[in-house]
């Protein structure tokens, strides 16, 4: 199929397949539009693998010049989004999605054998970067946007049920709007609701503190800020609650920061972010020290398990014992790492169920969001909640780079194949060999 006429590498046919993964997942790489514009470009061919569930239908990409299929036998570049299921994965492919197995993680790799065994090329987005090492290819700030969305939704509900009436019982979840901007407009109408009956006194002053500054903290704080909100800086806050400051009609906001999270273990040191990035052993959190001051916390922060912890389980039992009540009442984990930097995520949810409650005393969980308990919205595919938005930015990001990824001579080496750098560093497996940046994960894979 990949074979070279006359010497001249003949132009690969793409192939977008259908998600399977969950019934949530309605994302695309490519859109319909975008699609259109790489094949008027590149004359090459384009299958869409059919699908019950895509945002965008058949019908669509058909008039983009696609043609419909029952699977990816047809396709040479097979474009997805998250993982394709062993049995389904064909020999000879060249394959782009989110492997999840860069990090040696172990229920992947029968996966990564698998594309290895076949002979494929395996590229994941993650790694799709430039000379410096920023990421070109995501989903935006979309996570962070559906996150805030969905707790603010949860939290209306629970405070419902315990007969807490708020503007926020008006809050649907992400995936009831058909788009942010439906659903900024709508929080807007809730806000200014806000504005004029403000919270009830138990919920006063409600502070959010949001861990993370980067795109999905920026996704989450645009969601927030269709409220009335005020930004009070992580060495206000405290004060700022414990003197009873603010008022019943406005949201106030934290950003933490590395250096608001994290402090020097020796007493003498001063926080110094490189040497927080390369030697976290040498730090320990100080974020639990901010507990008693949020009502609702948001965790956008990257992390791997070198890094402390900032919300841990005996923290939130030392938080309960300070008296009848706390403040606390709900997280929402965007990051969702289990058994990580918020250590009471201790599995992931889905859109069906997408929380459970925290009993912080007994280091305990209960299913769903209602009735006593610390709410934990620990959703970990929360792009796929607006398919609209996530799908049309992350092909916008990606349409560049699809030409080269079609007019590539794959049967050549990965160095004189053609393919843009940015692409060459995220091969993981090229015709069924490690590349060498990831030659590391033959040590999972034996395991």
């Not at 029968?110 to 290895?116: D, G």
């Not at 009830?200 to 999905?216: C, K, Q």
């Amino acid at each position: 199929m990949n074979a070279a006429i006359g010497g001249i590498e003949k132009m690969k046919r793409l192939l977008i397949r259908a998600e399977d993964k969950n019934r949530w997942e309605r994302r695309s790489p490519v859109v319909p539009a975008d699609l259109a514009a790489i094949l008027r470009d590149t004359g090459a061919r384009a299958f869409v693998e059919k699908s019950g569930k895509r945002f965008f239908s058949e019908d669509q990409y058909e008039a983009a010049g696609a043609v419909s299929c029952e699977d990816m036998t047809e396709g040479d570049v097979i474009l997805g989004v998250k993982e394709i299921p062993i049995e389904k994965l064909l020999e000879g492919k060249t394959y782009l999605f989110f492997s999840h197995t860069i990090k040696g993680q172990a229920g992947n790799m029968p996966l990564l054998q698998k594309i290895i065994d076949s002979g494929s090329t395996l590229i994941d987005y993650e790694k799709i970067t430039d000379e410096n090492g920023r990421r070109l290819i995501y989903f935006g700030p979309y996570a962070g946007d559906a996150g805030a969305i969905d707790i603010l939704s949860l939290m209306g509900e629970h405070w419902t049920d315990k007969g807490i009436e708020t503007p926020l019982a008006r809050v649907r979840r992400a995936h009831q709007y058909d788009s942010v901007k439906a659903a900024r407009e709508h929080l807007t109408e809730i806000g200014r609701e806000i504005r004029r009956i403000g919270f009830p006194p138990e919920l006063s002053p409600f502070t959010v503190g949001i861990l993370g500054y980067g795109n999905v903290s920026g996704g989450a704080q645009q969601i927030f800020d269709c409220l009335p909100t005020e930004r009070i800086a992580a060495d206000e806050i405290n004060a700022f609650v414990s003197e009873g400051r603010g008022d019943r009609h406005t949201v106030y906001v934290t950003v933490f920061k590395e250096q608001d999270l994290v402090k020097p273990i020796a007493a003498e040191a001063a926080f110094d972010l490189q040497d927080y990035f390369d030697h976290p052993e040498r730090y320990e959190s100080r974020f639990e020290g901010f507990l008693p001051s949020f009502t609702l916390l948001v965790n956008a922060v990257y992390w791997e398990k070198r890094y402390p912890r900032f919300v841990t389980w005996a923290g939130l039992k030392r938080l309960a014992e300070t008296g009848p009540t706390i403040k606390l009442s709900g997280i929402a984990d965007i990051t969702c790492d289990t058994f990580g930097s918020i250590e009471c995520n201790v599995k992931s949810t889905d859109s069906d169920m997408p929380a459970y409650r925290v009993d912080p005393v007994a280091g305990t969980t209960h299913d769903g969001h209602l009735g006593d308990g610390i709410v934990l919205l620990a959703v970990d595919n929360l792009p796929c909640e607006l398919p609209n938005d996530s799908s049309s930015f992350f092909s916008n990001q990606l349409k560049p780079f699809v030409p080269g990824l079609l007019k590539a001579d794959y049967h050549s080496t990965l160095e004189s194949s053609g393919l843009p750098p940015e692409i060459k560093r995220a091969v993981i497996v090229y015709n069924g060999r490690l590349t060498r940046a990831y030659e590391y994960l033959n040590a999972h894979l034996k395991k």
